[in-house]
């Protein structure tokens, strides 16, 4: 069975821009979750979704935002980029939803922002 | 407000030795306590899990110590090897959702 794969593996942006990371989860798995990732703050939350649904949603300015497809794939966006924003973006799928369910990551994503 | 204190942040092991990492957690409506292991350039793996139920969770040379009183959990890495070394992290999430707070994490090199 194919991993998590992300979509695209490394980006470069300048400030103010606006960028679209994309997730493609397990095949038969519909929660997708993204988390953020940099030297100073650890893995940090931002949202989940299940069945086309946010669920959660961690403590980011709106400029973060997200949406999963019917087929569970799933983007994460962000806007007006900062260069605090430079970070591995990680997307994690797994079937359901509920403490307890695995989490299976992908490789990331790595956003520098210029 | 960092919800799972991990400690300690790196950690230099000899191999056939035990690597020990532990974690603190504040909020008692956690119930599922994993742990991640990151290579370098990989995603977070999970590598083994307890719900506060069980004190303690063995799989192989890795074993979970849950102190539900404490609010502390624990990896031992029984026999250390030099392919243990990694970044681990420690996470929480609670009964309702996939969203995990993670430890700040622990570099472990384990040396031959």
């Given at each position: 069975?194919?991993?998590?794969?992300?979509?695209?593996?490394?980006?470069?942006?300048?400030?103010?821009?606006?960028?679209?990371?994309?997730?493609?989860?397990?095949?038969?798995?519909?929660?997708?979750?993204?988390?953020?990732?940099?030297?100073?703050?650890?893995?940090?939350?931002?949202?989940?979704?299940?069945?086309?649904?946010?669920?959660?949603?961690?403590?980011?300015?709106g400029?973060?935002?997200?949406?999963?497809?019917?087929?569970?794939?799933?983007?994460?966006?962000?806007?007006?980029?900062?260069?605090?924003?430079?970070?591995?973006?990680?997307?994690?799928?797994?079937?359901?939803?509920?403490?307890?369910?695995?989490?299976?990551?992908?490789?990331?994503?790595?956003?520098?922002?210029? | 407000q960092?919800?799972?204190?991990?400690?300690?942040?790196?950690?230099?092991v000899?191999?056939?030795?035990?690597?020990?990492?532990?974690?603190?957690?504040?909020?008692?409506?956690?119930?599922?306590?994993p742990?991640?292991?990151?290579?370098?350039?990989?995603?977070?793996?999970?590598?083994?899990?307890?719900?506060?139920?069980?004190?303690?969770?063995?799989?192989?040379?890795?074993?979970?110590?849950?102190?539900?009183?404490?609010?502390?959990?624990?990896?031992?890495?029984?026999?250390?090897?030099?392919?243990?070394?990694?970044?681990?992290?420690?996470?929480?999430?609670?009964?309702?959702?996939?969203?995990?707070?993670?430890?700040?994490?622990?570099?472990?090199?384990?040396?031959?």
């Amino acid at each position: 069975k194919a991993g998590v794969t992300q979509t695209p593996r490394y980006l470069i942006k300048t400030r103010g821009q606006q960028v679209t990371l994309s997730c493609s989860p397990i095949s038969g798995h519909r929660s997708v979750s993204w988390y953020q990732q940099t030297p100073g703050q650890g893995l940090q939350f931002l949202f989940e979704y299940f069945s086309e649904t946010q669920r959660n949603k961690g403590n980011f300015p709106g400029r973060f935002s997200g949406r999963q497809f019917s087929n569970s794939r799933s983007e994460m966006n962000v806007s007006t980029l900062e260069l605090g924003d430079s970070a591995l973006y990680l997307c994690a799928s797994s079937l359901a939803a509920g403490a307890g369910e695995t989490q299976y990551f992908g490789p990331g994503t790595r956003l520098l922002v210029l | 407000q960092q919800q799972v204190k991990q400690s300690p942040q790196s950690l230099i092991v000899q191999k056939g030795g035990i690597s020990i990492i532990n974690c603190a957690y504040e909020n008692t409506a956690f119930d599922y306590f994993p742990w991640y292991q990151q290579f370098p350039g990989k995603g977070p793996a999970l590598l083994i899990a307890i719900r506060p139920d069980v004190s303690e969770k063995k799989e192989g040379r890795f074993t979970i110590s849950f102190n539900k009183s404490a609010k502390q959990f624990s990896l031992h890495i029984m026999d250390s090897q030099p392919g243990d070394s990694a970044t681990y992290f420690c996470a929480a999430s609670k009964l309702n959702g996939n969203k995990l707070v993670f430890g700040a994490g622990t570099i472990l090199r384990v040396k031959s």
